[in-house]
C-alpha cells in the first residue's frame, strides 16, 4: 500500500480574505467550504490516478469540519475534528509524501490572515534556526520526525521564501498574492486548478528522483511567545516548559513531536482565560 497525506489549512487558500470566511456560521464560510473541498479533491484525485493507494486528507483549519467529505473521491480518508494529536498532521505516519495546501505565513512576514496557530493567543513561534516560524515550518519538522518529506506547499505568496529557506527542494505554488492582511489578488478557479494540477505532478516528480528528504528540526526545542502575560502564566504549569520572560516560554521535551503535541495543548488551555 502506498499512501500519501493532505493537510488542508485555509488561511492560503485562493479568495479567502477575510473573517466573514473562517467559522461555520460566518456568512462567506460556504465559500472557504467550497474552494477548500475542491482543491482537496483535486489533489487527492491526482494521487489516486498516480498509483497512491491510500490518501489521507487531514482538514486542518479551525475546528476542522471544513471540507465536505460527501465529495472526497473513492480511495480517500478524511481526517475530521478538533483537538487531536499532532493536530494538523494527524493520520501523516508511514505516509510516502505530504502536500500542504493552504498555507500561511506568520504574523511577521506578514500576508493575508496571517497567523501562528492561534492569533489570539500567540505572537510568534521560534524554532532553532528559525524566528518567527509559520505553521508550514511547525508541521515540517514534526512530519520530519516521522520520516515523511514535504512535496508541496500551496499557499500565500509570501510564504514561498521560508519554503526556499528550509525546504528548497520542496515544490511551491502560490495561491493567492496578499494585497493587505486582509485582501488578496487570485487566479479564477480553472487557472488556480490548472496550476494546482501541474504543480502535483512537479512534486510527485521529484519524489520519484529522490530530490527530496524528510526535513529534521536542528534542535527539538520550540519557543512560544504569547499575546499575554497570563497565557505564559498557564504554560509555566505544565512540565517541560521553561519561563523565559514575562510573555515567552521554551518547551523542552527531548522530542519535537512531544513539544508540538505540549504547544497544542498550551493553546488550548490559555483559551480557557479568552472566554
Not at 528540526?217 to 505544565?238: C, G, M, N, Q, Y
Request: glycine share 8%; charged share 25%; proline share 6%.
Amino acid at each position: 500500500m502506498v499512501k500519501a497525506f493532505i493537510s488542508v489549512d485555509a488561511e492560503g487558500l485562493p479568495y479567502i480574505v477575510g473573517r466573514t470566511h473562517l467559522s461555520p456560521g460566518d456568512p462567506l464560510f460556504g465559500e472557504l467550504r467550497e474552494v477548500s473541498t475542491r482543491l482537496a479533491r483535486l489533489v487527492a484525485g491526482k494521487l489516486l490516478e498516480k498509483g497512491y493507494t491510500e490518501v489521507i486528507v487531514a482538514d486542518s483549519h479551525g475546528s476542522m469540519v471544513n471540507i465536505d467529505p460527501l465529495r472526497m473521491p473513492r480511495g480517500v480518508r478524511l481526517v475530521r475534528g478538533f483537538p487531536r494529536p499532532t493536530s494538523m498532521i494527524w493520520g501523516a505516519r508511514g505516509a510516502r509524501a505530504a502536500f500542504l495546501l493552504g498555507y500561511h505565513t506568520s504574523p511577521a512576514t506578514g500576508g493575508v490572515l496571517s497567523h501562528t496557530y492561534a492569533g489570539r493567543i500567540v505572537q510568534r513561534v521560534n524554532l532553532a534556526g528559525a524566528r518567527d516560524a509559520s505553521e508550514y515550518l511547525l508541521n515540517t519538522y514534526a512530519l520530519g520526525e516521522l520520516g515523511v518529506p514535504v512535496a508541496l506547499v500551496a499557499g500565500d505568496a509570501l510564504l514561498e521564501q521560508e519554503v526556499q529557506r528550509h525546504t528548497p527542494s520542496t515544490v511551491f505554488l502560490a495561491l493567492q498574492e496578499p494585497a493587505s492582511s486582509m485582501a488578496g489578488l487570485a487566479k479564477s478557479i480553472e487557472e488556480v486548478e490548472e496550476d494546482l494540477s501541474n504543480a502535483v505532478e512537479d512534486a510527485l516528480a521529484r519524489l520519484e528522483s529522490g530530490d527530496l528528504s524528510a526535513a529534521r528540526p536542528p534542535e527539538p526545542w520550540i519557543e512560544v511567545e504569547f499575546k499575554r502575560p497570563w497565557h505564559a502564566d498557564i504554560a509555566s504549569l505544565f512540565p517541560c516548559v521553561e519561563r523565559l520572560d514575562g510573555l515567552r516560554v521554551r518547551l523542552t521535551c527531548e522530542r519535537y513531536l512531544d513539544n508540538y503535541k505540549l504547544f497544542e495543548g498550551l493553546v488550548i488551555a490559555a483559551y480557557s482565560l479568552e472566554r
